[in-house]
């Protein structure tokens, strides 16, 4: 049990665009979402945490507008990179809790997004 | 501001050898403490937390706070424990997670 998943879990765009990546508890309602992001061989930095149907609270330095989130339901959350660019590029994953265990955190996959 | 240090970015080490990854931390408050494991092609996992003082596949961590640390222990380690370690920490009833850089493990035949 405790699965999230990941989608896509990978993507390549063009500067400029927008991408969506969805992040999902399979097995439990999760009553937060984290977006995490990680540079290569560094570590995972918290970039914004969601809770249903509230909006994202995002970490110092996270531009809001660049990176949109959406916590529409207990077992879906949206991270969109809006005008993406090649400096976006990195492993984006997410992570739900409120499934068993206190205060555990269950990781997602991981998204690797490459801007051209 | 709270942070979480791990100096080894690389360890090897021989199977049945021990093995000691080192976490240090500094929080002015009441940190819950974390071990994860992120094995090859794998997403991030909880190996173990302070909090259990449990034992999960041979590992262990005891948090002293006289010291800040968390170390992370087996004594005999095994291949199947190569991968990359990050020690992490929750403040005081948060659940946002602050990650060391991470140690990558490699337990030679």
Same mark, same amino acid.
């Given at each position: 049990g405790a699965v999230v998943s990941q989608h896509p879990s990978r993507v390549i765009c063009k500067s400029g665009t927008s991408v969506k990546i969805e992040c999902r508890s399979l097995d439990f309602q999760a009553t937060t979402m984290f977006w995490y992001r990680q540079f290569p061989k560094q570590s995972l930095m918290l970039m914004a945490t969601s809770n249903e149907g509230s909006k994202a609270t995002y970490e110092q330095g996270v531009e809001k507008d660049k990176f949109l989130i959406n +916590? &529409?339901?207990?077992?879906l959350s949206t991270l969109t990179v809006t005008? &993406? +660019?090649?400096?976006?590029s990195s492993f984006y994953i997410c992570s739900a809790s409120g499934?068993?265990?206190?205060?555990e955190q269950f990781f997602g996959p991981g998204t690797r997004l490459t801007v051209l | 501001a709270q942070r979480v240090t791990q100096p080894e970015k690389l360890l090897s080490v021989f199977k049945g050898a021990p093995v000691e990854l080192k976490c240090n931390y500094s929080y002015s408050g009441s940190p819950e403490l974390f071990w994860y494991v992120q094995y090859s092609r794998q997403r991030l996992q909880l190996?173990?937390?302070?909090?259990?003082?449990e034992s999960i596949k041979g590992f262990t961590a005891d948090l002293n706070k006289g010291e800040t640390s968390f170390h992370l222990k087996k004594p005999f380690a095994q291949e199947e424990d190569s991968a990359m370690y990050y020690c992490a920490l929750t403040q005081g009833g948060s659940e946002k997670l602050v990650f060391g850089k991470g140690t990558k493990l490699t337990v030679n035949p």
């Open positions: +916590h &529409a339901s207990l077992t005008s &993406a +660019h090649p400096e976006d499934g068993r265990g206190y205060n | 190996l173990l937390r302070h909090i259990s003082r």
